[in-house]
């Protein structure tokens, strides 16, 4: 099992940056897939980006392709979430996920996802 604990969400204007991370506890993270959902109000979760257990592959939602880089640094227990060029419309509650599938495959729906984070807030202005 993995805790999860996200920061680094906040107030950007349009155009700027904000860079994300996730902290698991335990000493297993390198066996999970990591990933990036995000969901904003009256919308559904929709998957933003992933990378297998040992970060040798990624995959992006096309909405966040070119913008957004995940990474992550297993000694550390950590993955994060780089996003410039932010939009207003990247506003949302970001979660980090653990996921139990292997390989190079990267998991991109919720039901993959076995671990959750509580969600840190990122809001882009206009």
């Known amino acids: 099992q993995v805790q999860l604990v996200e920061s680094g969400g906040g107030l950007v204007q349009a155009g700027g940056s904000l860079r994300l991370s996730c902290a698991a506890s335990?000493?297993?993270?390198?066996?999970?897939?990591m990933g990036w959902f995000r969901q904003a109000p009256g919308r559904e979760r929709e998957f933003v980006a992933a990378?297998?257990?040992?970060?040798?592959?990624?995959y992006y939602a096309d909405s966040v392709k070119g913008r957004f880089t995940i990474s992550r640094d297993n000694a550390k227990n950590t993955v994060c979430l780089q996003m410039n060029s932010l939009k207003p419309e990247d506003t949302a509650v970001y979660s980090c996920?653990?996921?139990?599938?292997?390989?190079?495959?990267?998991?991109?729906?919720?039901?993959?996802?076995?671990?959750w984070g509580q969600g840190t807030q990122v809001t882009v202005s206009s």
């Open positions: 990378i297998t257990w040992d970060g040798g592959n990624t």
């Open positions: 996920a653990a996921s139990e599938v292997r390989g190079w495959v990267t998991p991109r729906t919720s039901d993959e996802y076995a671990y």
């Open positions: 335990g000493r297993t993270f390198s066996r999970y897939a």
